[in-house]
Each structure stands twice: as C-alpha cells, then as structure tokens.
C-alpha cells in the first residue's frame, strides 16, 4: 500500500548560514499568507504572514517572499540557529468574506540545523 | 497574541469509546477552530465552532463523528466519538485573534488502540 505522508521535503543547514524554506500554494485567489512553526510534541507557532498586496515583509531573522505570479511562497532565515530546527508550514487563505479562518496548509518542510 | 490551552494534552483511548478535548482561551475571540493533524501529515480544519449555533464542517467531517460544543467566547468543546485507530491524531483548537491572525495551541495528542 501507499505510504502516506511519512516523508517530508527536508532542508539541512549549518548552524549560522541563511536558510530559504519555499512553498507552492494552489489558489491564485488566495489573499492571505502565513508560515507556522511546528517543533517536535508542540502545536504550530506562528512566525510571519503577508497579504496578497504586499511582495516582501519582515521580521525578526525572517522574511517571507510571495510570488502571485508563480503562487510561490518562501520564508527566509538569517543566522540559522539549532532552535530553528522544525517542520515549517505555509498556509493559504483564499477570500472567505472578511475573516481569515479557512487556512490550507502546505505539507510542511522539515529544517535541520547542524551545529 | 491569544494564549490557548488544550486539554487533555495526551491519551491513550481504547477504540469505540469518546474523548471530549476541551479548548480555553484567554480572551474573548470570535472564531475558533478545530484541526485535525495526522502523523506525519499536514492540518486538516475540522470545523469552525460557532458561539450560540451549530458548528460549520468541512467537507469528509460530520457532527456524529466529531461533535463540537462553543457555550462562549472562551471555551470550545471537540468530541471525537467511537473511536477507530485511524482517529490517531493530534487534534489542535486554533482562534483569530483581534487582528485577524490565527494562532494553534499546544494540541491534543490521542492514540486509540
């Protein structure tokens, strides 16, 4: 039978490099965008969103990129540290009236950080 | 950012019995969420728990299978009722916050044997 979901995309870094996580995402009527965190036992903690209007927003050591023209998402990590080691998921929100509830997740990326 | 706590946080069920996760939230929300995790595998909503009304699904979730209970603006009920080992799964009450952005809390991870 099939295997389902026991293998996730996996990105492995060294301790201090940058780290780009990319995300295909499916609605092009999507307006809404977030990445969460989830580390091992733990619920999704989230990081950074950007909306549909916007191409690039900032935070704290991260930066998330969108591409609606290739409905491409990424996030980006300066300074990779081993706490940064977690499944990251992108989320999609398309149009739902005003609220944000109805998110489609991606399939996570598992990120490895070497010390 | 709201502050959710779900419990139980873990559980071993025996198949064909319910587990009701109970979901608190720290400030009044308008929308809650359950979701449902599999191993290894992405979320997947459940339904949007409604204050004062029936809960709203997602398509392949009936309310038999996993009745939902939202008494207030704090607090949500998931039930997950005669329980198979495929109901193996994290189960995570999530709400929107004031500024619109959702957040997760810690999960509820349940095994049915």
């Known amino acids: 039978g099939e295997s389902v979901g026991l293998h996730l995309p996996t990105l492995s870094v060294q301790e201090g490099d940058n780290s780009i996580i990319n995300c295909a995402y499916s609605?092009?009527?999507?307006?809404?965008f977030i990445w969460y965190k989830q580390e091992s036992g733990k619920g999704p903690q989230f990081i950074i969103d950007?909306?549909?209007?916007?191409d690039k927003r900032q935070g704290q050591r991260v930066t998330v990129l969108l591409n609606k023209t290739v409905k491409h998402l990424s996030l980006q990590i300066a300074a990779t540290q081993p706490g940064d080691s977690a499944v990251y998921f992108c989320?999609?929100?398309?149009?739902?009236?005003?609220?944000?509830?109805?998110?489609?997740f991606g399939k996570g990326t598992l990120l490895t950080v070497n010390p | 950012s709201a502050v959710i706590s779900q419990k139980p946080s873990r559980d071993i069920c025996q198949r064909g019995t319910s587990l009701t996760i109970q979901c608190q939230v720290d400030?009044?929300?308008?929308?809650m969420f359950w979701y449902r995790q599999q191993p290894g595998q992405s979320l997947t909503l459940i339904a949007t728990?409604?204050?004062?009304?029936?809960?709203?699904?997602e398509s392949g979730f009936v309310i038999d299978k996993f009745p939902i209970s939202r008494p207030n603006l704090t607090f949500s009920t998931l039930t997950v009722s005669n329980m198979s080992p495929e109901d193996s799964s994290i189960y995570l009450c999530?709400?929107?916050?004031?500024?619109?952005?959702?957040?997760f809390g810690e999960g509820s991870w349940l095994t049915v044997v």
């Open positions: 999530s709400v929107e916050d004031s500024g619109n952005t959702i957040y």
């Open positions: 609605n092009s009527a999507s307006d809404y």
């Open positions: 950007i909306r549909s209007n916007m």
């Open positions: 989320a999609e929100n398309p149009p739902s009236g005003g609220s944000n509830y109805k998110l489609t």
């Open positions: 400030s009044q929300v308008t929308m």
């Open positions: 728990a409604n204050q004062g009304s029936e809960a709203t699904y």
